[in-house]
């Protein structure tokens, strides 16, 4: 079992649920936020502090979104480590509003 | 003189605890751009605070989190002294004299009370207690829990709630290749309880569990958990705060209430019965716990913001054992503020402060800075946000002459005779434990007293 970023993360990188997680699993690109498989502890903290629900522990992946347990894991091996909050990528806000959120 | 932070005068911090907060304070030190040397002490032979004796022994997962711990301890610039009580073997003035600053991360010690009669009768217990008893805490190892009554209450519905009532609700098969301490596996094998109550102050919809935690209940070898769907009704309220989007986690654990409450009769020997809105008023019993009484509540206010009232109705429940685990609250250090309303020490910005004011070089960090709230890696954040503070005071921490950091506490402790545990050694009583488990399959056998673990040191 891991714990997984989603789609919604895409063009908001909110990254608030870094600000919670113990162990440093979360990497970033200019899209969003990926988790390190091999590093995340399943401590859940990340989940409720997403502002978008873009994580999920694999457990309750909804059907659609499966691919991305492969997708976590891929890019997190090769992407840099988000230590601390960064500021949300542009648009992130209408992005929100627009997921309903 | 060169500058602090330098090379040349590197930055000395005292840590006071070796928790999450404290190691994250220590990280994001030793990460900084200046040269800084870090002594962290710990009372115990033993660091990581609650992640050792906190975090479930069934939660094995969890507890990986000493692993990024155990990779701060090994920086050149780090030291660890266990086995050193700060305010007593070492005093706070001592560490202002041999550091530039010193972070309190000693988190909260001691539970909240009740504030209700017989809270003190013999079979009603802090969650405190318990979770160091299963786990191994020295301090909590000679605590005595008689299992032999069919009935347990746990008041309280957070994470330390579900852990206590999980622990209680499983088998001994359940709990035999965790690194639950001997003792407790004991003891819990021969427990006659049958059916545990855990109670809220708040409904259905307001209770602190995570889904996670809710969703093993349901998974357990010898016990259902159940769930009275009379109980389940909502309040207007209380729909619209689970309709909210926001609401996610909250609405996915009255969905497993509700899931619950569906669920025919088990046959499963032992119950765990999840009920609501009832605060304790009283506990009842000549010389023990024999009951316990409930006044029903209802909940006022706007959504998002009800607070339970009491109705004035009762229920009593007969019970031997009451587990209180309404939250945690900090215990003062000699030499330092403390805000006994809030049980914790004053602060702004994670700066110490006396009526208001700040005083140089003391900084908080962790449950005794903020209070009992969040999880292991909510410490991440707030240690980050109190050595910000700290970096920020750069000037004013140098007063011109030299501390002599970890050394000079060395020193001292040498000169009184306090036998302080350093990380090598801490590796060797770890090897230990780890080796003592193998036998039975567990990941380790803990050491639960001090005494025992200096013993391997001396082996």
New interface residues.
């Given amino acids: 079992m891991t714990t997984v970023v989603t789609e919604n993360c895409k063009g908001c990188r909110f990254t608030d649920c870094v ?6 699993c979360f990497h970033y690109d200019d899209d969003m936020l990926y988790i390190d498989p091999e590093v995340c ?8 502090e997403c502002p978008v ?1 873009a994580i999920y ?1 694999e457990d309750d992946l909804p059907e659609e979104l499966q691919g991305w347990v492969e997708i976590n894991a891929e890019k997190a091996s090769a992407l840099p480590v988000c230590e ?2 960064m500021t949300p990528l542009p648009g992130a806000a209408e992005r929100q509003a627009a997921l ?2 | 003189m060169a500058q602090l932070g330098s090379e040349q005068r590197p930055l000395a911090v005292a840590i006071v605890g070796s928790g999450p907060a404290g190691f994250y304070a220590a990280e994001a030190l030793l990460k900084s751009e200046l040269a800084v040397k870090v002594s962290l002490f710990e009372r115990l032979p033993a660091p990581y605070g609650l992640v050792r004796s906190g975090v479930a022994p069934d939660h094995p997962k969890l507890k990986q989190a000493i692993k990024v711990y155990a990779r701060i301890a090994e920086s050149d610039d780090f030291h660890f002294l266990g086995n050193v009580t700060i305010g007593r073997d070492v005093l706070v003035e001592e560490l202002q004299a041999t550091h530039h600053a010193v972070v309190f991360a000693c988190g909260a010690q001691t539970d909240r009370r009740l504030g209700i009669p017989g809270e003190d009768l013999p079979g009603s217990h802090t969650a405190t207690e318990f979770v160091g008893w299963y786990n191994g805490h020295p301090d909590y190892r000679a605590r005595r829990f008689d299992l032999s009554c069919e009935t347990a209450v746990i008041i309280g519905q957070g994470n330390v709630a579900a852990d206590v009532s999980r622990i209680l609700a499983k088998s001994v098969d359940e709990l035999r290749h965790t690194d639950i301490a001997q003792h407790a596996l004991e003891v819990l094998a021969a427990s006659k309880i049958r059916d545990i109550y855990v109670i809220g102050r708040r409904g259905p919809a307001q209770a602190k569990f995570t889904s996670k935690e809710l969703k093993e209940f349901g998974e357990l070898q010898d016990c259902a958990p159940v769930v009275d769907a009379e109980e389940l009704a909502l309040n207007p309220e209380s729909e619209a705060e689970l309709a909210d989007k926001r609401s996610a986690g909250n609405k996915k654990v009255y969905e497993l209430f509700v899931a619950y409450s569906k669920r025919a009769a088990s046959g499963k020997a032992r119950r765990c019965h999840f009920s609501f809105l009832k605060s304790p008023t009283a506990l009842l019993g000549r010389e023990r716990v024999a009951r316990i009484v409930l006044e029903k509540n209802r909940l006022a206010g706007a959504a998002f913001s009800q607070a339970a009232h009491g109705s004035g109705e009762s229920i009593e429940l007969e019970t031997g054992l009451v587990f209180r685990s309404i939250g945690y609250q900090g215990v003062p250090i000699a030499g330092v503020p403390f805000d006994a309303g809030r049980g914790v020490f004053p602060t702004v910005d994670g700066r110490i402060t006396d009526e208001g004011a700040v005083i140089p070089g003391l900084y908080a960090a962790g449950w005794i800075k903020r209070g009992p709230t969040g999880i292991i890696g909510t410490n991440r954040a707030d240690s980050r946000a109190t050595i910000a503070a700290l970096l920020q005071d750069l000037a004013a921490l140098d007063g011109g002459a030299d501390k002599g950091g970890t050394a000079a506490v060395c020193q001292l402790l040498q000169q009184r005779g306090v036998r302080y545990v350093g990380f090598p050694d801490w590796k060797r009583i770890d090897q230990s434990e780890i080796e003592r488990g193998r036998p039975k399959a567990k990941p380790r056998e803990k050491y639960t007293s001090t005494r025992e673990m200096l013993a391997v040191l001396d082996a």
């Avoid at chain 1, 600000?19 to 440093?24: D, G, I, N």
């Avoid at chain 1, 502890?41 to 409720?48: G, L, R």
């Fill in positions: 600000t919670v997680c113990p162990v440093e502890i399943d401590c859940s903290a990340c989940i409720p629900q522990e601390e909050q309903g959120f």
